[in-house]
């Protein structure tokens, strides 16, 4: 008798078929090229991880981060819409150590051409 597979096992095997396209994930995707060249552009310092020493890494799409109330108004949070930090992750293939670029920024970068120009 057939064993079903654990939730856990088809929520994974969900996760890694493949898509079918949408303006979000092709949007996605234009964003992360975007960012990677910008990125390419800007990182001049050797690329070994500084944890494991490899140097392959992942730009992978960008997150937010919300910003924490600290003060324990309900007013505020109800009447304000919740802020975010914007970022991109960089992240090791090999041992999953991140950074974070600042997607504002690097926007800018992009859009400025290659940093260091002249004229
Ligand atoms: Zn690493």
């Given amino acids: 008798m057939a064993k079903e597979p654990d939730p856990i096992t088809l929520a994974i095997a969900a996760s890694q078929s493949p898509r079918p396209p949408s303006p979000e994930l092709e949007a996605r995707e234009r ?43 309900l007013a505020w949070a109800i009447a304000n ?26 926007d800018a970068r992009f859009n400025e051409g290659y940093p260091g120009r002249t004229g």
């Fill in 31 to 73: 964003l992360r090229e975007k960012h990677q060249q910008a990125i390419a552009r800007l990182w001049t310092k050797p690329s070994a991880c500084p944890i494991c020493g490899t140097d392959r890494w992942n730009v992978a799409d960008t997150v937010d981060m919300p910003l924490r109330d600290v003060a324990p108004d």
């Fill in 81 to 106: 819409v919740k802020q975010a930090y914007v970022y991109v992750p960089v992240g090791c293939t090999n041992c999953g150590y991140t950074i974070l670029f600042h997607a504002g920024t690097l």
